[in-house]
């Protein structure tokens, strides 16, 4: 898991999802510590912007569904950070994988995952509601020409302090994200 702001593509999960069903609803919720289904997730430290990628295995045009959400830390009535998050829904990325492979010894993305050429980005209510608020940008899905990698440009994190990617494998046998924050 990343732990700071990286000027680089950085692969979330040294193990690709394998998720049949999503964990999270699309909606808002507390919660308390994390448990291992809260375990794709990034901290955004000072960030402002983020590049996903997507990559998976399986054949090219196989699915898989991400629901991104932003949690923010809460304090306690003395103003110390807390265990608890309040989880805001983001949006939800469907992506089509394309024949594009990482090369043979690959270790971000081997040779047996693809790469989505196929991005759509569909930002949940909150999430247009901060990209209106701060003037920053509107979240845009790049998908290019066939087997080009596609990439969702999020210039709009609403100022959380963690992103979480909930996956479900529509399709494909496993998913993954790749990430790059930009700072401030």
């Given at each position: 898991?990343?732990?700071f702001v ?9 193990a690709?999802?394998t998720a049949?069903?999503?964990v ?13 289904n809260?375990?794709?997730?990034i901290p955004v ?9 997507v ?5 090219a045009?196989e699915t898989?569904?991400?629901r991104?959400f932003g949690?923010?830390r809460l304090r306690?009535?003395a103003g110390?950070l ?9 949006g939800?990325?469907?992506?089509t ?10 270790v971000a993305?081997?040779?047996s995952e693809?790469?989505a050429?196929?991005?759509?980005w569909?930002p949940?209510?909150?999430m247009?509601?901060c990209?209106?608020a701060?003037n920053e ?6 998908s290019?020409t066939s087997?080009?990698?596609g ?7 609403c100022r959380?302090d963690e992103?979480i990617?909930d996956f479900?494998?529509t399709?494909a046998a496993s998913?993954?994200v ?7």
């Amino acid at each position: 898991m990343l732990g700071f702001v990286d000027v680089h593509l950085s692969r979330l999960l040294a193990a690709a999802s394998t998720a049949t069903s999503f964990v999270l609803a699309a909606a808002s919720t507390v919660i308390k510590g994390y448990s291992a289904n809260y375990q794709t997730r990034i901290p955004v430290g000072r960030a402002k912007t983020a590049h996903i990628v997507v990559s998976g295995t399986d054949a090219a045009d196989e699915t898989l569904s991400i629901r991104v959400f932003g949690a923010y830390r809460l304090r306690d009535a003395a103003g110390s950070l807390t265990d608890e998050r309040l989880i805001q829904y983001l949006g939800l990325i469907e992506a089509t994988l394309g024949t594009l492979a990482g090369p043979a010894a690959g270790v971000a993305v081997g040779a047996s995952e693809l790469i989505a050429d196929g991005l759509v980005w569909t930002p949940s209510a909150f999430m247009t509601a901060c990209e209106t608020a701060y003037n920053e940008g509107t979240g845009t899905a790049y998908s290019g020409t066939s087997n080009d990698a596609g990439m969702l440009i999020l210039p709009c994190l609403c100022r959380c302090d963690e992103l979480i990617f909930d996956f479900d494998m529509t399709g494909a046998a496993s998913g993954n994200v790749h990430v790059m924050l930009q700072p401030v």
